[in-house]
C-alpha cells in the first residue's frame, strides 16, 4: 500500500463561476479531505492561483491533478512535497486587552514567538503570527493559557515553490513556441 504523505497542490485558472465547486467534487469524488484551501490572484493578470494541502497517497495526489487540469478554466495544475515549497499561514488572535494589561506575560508570549499586535482597543487586543500551522497552534495554546482567546482563526496555506522561475510562466512560454512552430510548418 502507498504512504500517505501531505501535498500541496497548485492550480492556475481564469477566474470563472463555479471552477471551485468543479474543483472540490474531484476530491469529494475520491474521498480526499481537502486539508487547507486558498485561491487568490496570481503574479499574472488575469490568473488565479489554488493551493490546495490534502493528506494522500502520491498516486491519487496524481489522478486528482490530472483531473484538475481537465477543467476548461484550468491552465496547469502541479503537486509538491514539503520540501518543494515554501509555505506560511497567517493567524489572528483576539484577547482581552485587561487580561494583557494586568500581566506583562501575553507581551512576552508575542514577543518570544514573533507575533505582533495590530490593534488595540479598550476591550480586545488583536494579535497576528505568521508561520507553519504548529507554530500558530503553539501560539494559541500558550495565549489561552494566560488570558482566555476570545477569537481565533487561520488562514489557509499560502506557497511558493523552490523554483526560480514561475512554473506557469515556463508554461505559457512552452507552448506559445510549440504554436509558433505548428504556425511556421
Do not use: C, W
Not at 474543483?23 to 488575469?46: A, C, D, K, Q, W
Not at 476548461?72 to 486587552?97: G, R
Not at 488595540?120 to 482566555?148: A, C, D, M, Q, R
Request: aromatic residues 8%.
Amino acid at each position: 500500500m502507498s504512504k500517505i504523505e501531505q501535498y500541496t497542490i497548485i492550480a492556475f485558472s481564469e477566474n470563472a463561476v463555479g471552477l471551485l465547486n468543479r474543483i472540490t467534487i474531484i476530491f469529494t469524488r475520491r474521498h480526499v479531505n481537502i486539508e487547507s484551501l486558498t485561491v487568490s490572484e496570481s503574479s499574472l493578470h488575469g490568473i488565479h492561483k489554488f493551493t490546495i494541502v490534502v493528506n494522500t497517497t502520491r498516486d491519487m495526489v496524481q489522478k486528482i491533478t490530472k483531473q484538475i487540469e481537465k477543467q476548461v478554466e484550468v491552465l496547469k495544475a502541479y503537486f509538491f512535497t514539503k520540501d518543494e515549497i515554501i509555505f506560511q499561514e497567517i493567524a489572528l488572535y483576539k484577547v482581552s486587552t485587561d487580561a494583557l494589561l494586568k500581566s506583562n506575560m501575553i507581551e512576552t508570549i508575542v514577543r518570544e514567538s514573533n507575533a505582533r499586535i495590530i490593534e488595540i482597543t479598550p476591550e480586545y487586543t488583536v494579535i497576528e503570527k505568521t508561520g507553519h500551522e504548529f507554530e500558530t497552534s503553539k501560539l494559541f495554546v500558550e495565549l489561552n493559557k494566560h488570558g482566555k482567546v476570545k477569537q481565533f482563526t487561520r488562514s489557509g496555506r499560502i506557497a511558493v515553490t523552490r523554483s526560480n522561475a514561475e512554473l506557469l510562466t515556463e508554461f505559457l512560454n512552452a507552448r506559445e513556441q510549440e504554436q509558433l512552430q505548428l504556425a511556421q510548418n
